[in-house]
């Protein structure tokens, strides 16, 4: 039995949900997603909250039933209050700007990086050394923010480069003499 599965997900005021065609839409105040439906699970909209039970007793059916509940709570959270990554940029020289719908960042590199930002997500800097990542598809979000952090991962001696907030990097010492 999934744990996580077996809770149906609340659909707060203003969002609505509907299956159509072997697909899940719901509409919220930030705006609508959709996510195709596994033919191992079994969907209900009832009422104010959105069910979902493994189709029958196979291990794939009971091994899908609490991803895709999840996938589905993603989509009500984030038609109504959206998800957001914050990366911080930790370096000498090291900087980002934000320009429109171009991601400008200053690693060290002898060039510099320009990152075309995805439809349907929003880059903010609110310093030189933040990068506050947003959207309403969760996926998308961390996807993005993983692309940013892949161009200078943190070291571990200085602790230069691009990192979570709140990730803990793990420090080494140098070399003794």
Known sequence: MSRIGKKPVTIPGGVTAQIENGTLNVKGPKGTLSMGLSDLVEYKVEGEAISVQPANDSKAARSHWGMQRTLVSNLVEGVTEGFVKVLEITGVGYRANAQGKKLKLQLGYS???????????????????????????????????AEIRRWRKPE??????????????????????
């Open 111 to 145: 060039h510099d990086v320009d990152l075309d930002v995805p439809e349907g997500l929003e880059v903010k800097t609110p310093d030189q050394t933040t990068v506050e990542i947003s959207g309403i598809d969760k996926q998308k979000v961390g996807q993005f923010a």
């Open 156 to 177: 571990p001696y200085k602790g230069k480069g691009i990192k979570y907030r709140g990730e803990y990097i793990f420090r080494k010492e140098g070399k003794k003499k």
